[in-house]
């Protein structure tokens, strides 16, 4: 196996911190657009669903009001995009890797538009901190099918999965990685836990995305 050459960062709860209020913004939002028509769901249950695509959960649950649910949904997380921030650590590991020619992507399940809200609130794209974007909506398919990945490795012309990185919080995000034939890192700081995490088979498990850099000179990766 050769250095590094792409490492791929889920958005929230891995490089994004979306708690208002002490509930993640996405599963408050699934929540209440649920709610609103009438369907409820298990917050576990939701949490479980973390990584995977939003409206592909929303089609699963929702019934006969989806699409309205979907709708409110996505208007629900518009609204407070300027309320999320980054988790700690975040740009200074972007900007580490682009020192070493490491290309930095993102990958979401989050909608389109709200991905891209996102990644414009924090100026990622606009300061040169990451290399490529994509969600799920935009490939086609949701997590843990690995397509937004190879999508990332096709922009950016790398070709062996084996030199590439998913870093995620999520089991879905993992078993991407998995899938992928990627290293995979699982983070603590979203809402699935070291357990919950440990079953996806990741590489290994770091407290936060901020450890990253430490572990990758520890591991020769870079």
Not at 103 to 132: Q, R
Request: aromatic share 8%; hydrophobic share 40%.
């Amino acid at each position: 196996m050769g250095k590094l050459k792409l490492i791929v960062f889920d958005m929230a709860g891995t490089t994004v911190d979306d708690v208002i209020g002490g509930t993640p913004l996405v599963l408050k939002s699934y929540d209440d657009a649920f709610r609103k028509y009438g369907v409820i769901v298990p917050m576990n249950v939701l949490n479980d669903q973390r990584g995977k695509d939003k409206k592909t959960v929303i089609k699963e649950f929702g019934g006969l009001h989806a699409d309205k649910i979907y709708a409110f949904f996505v208007d629900a997380l518009l609204k407070n995009v300027s309320r999320v921030g980054e988790i700690e650590g975040t740009r200074g590991v972007f900007s580490y890797l682009h020192e070493l020619g490491v290309y930095v992507a993102v990958g979401s399940g989050f909608p389109l538009a709200v991905s891209k809200a996102i990644i414009n609130h924090l100026e990622w794209e606009k300061n040169g901190l990451i290399d490529y974007w994509t969600c799920s909506e935009v490939v086609g398919i949701s997590r843990p099918n690995p397509a937004m990945i190879y999508a990332m490795m096709k922009h950016l012309n790398v070709s062996d999965p084996s030199r590439v990185m998913k870093v995620d919080d999520t089991f879905k995000g993992i078993e991407e990685g998995v899938r992928a034939g990627a290293i995979t890192i699982g983070v603590l700081t979203g809402t699935h836990s070291r357990e919950k995490l440990q079953s996806a088979n990741p590489t290994t498990i770091l407290e936060s995305v901020k450890d990253l850099t430490v572990y990758l000179k520890t591991k020769n990766y870079i």
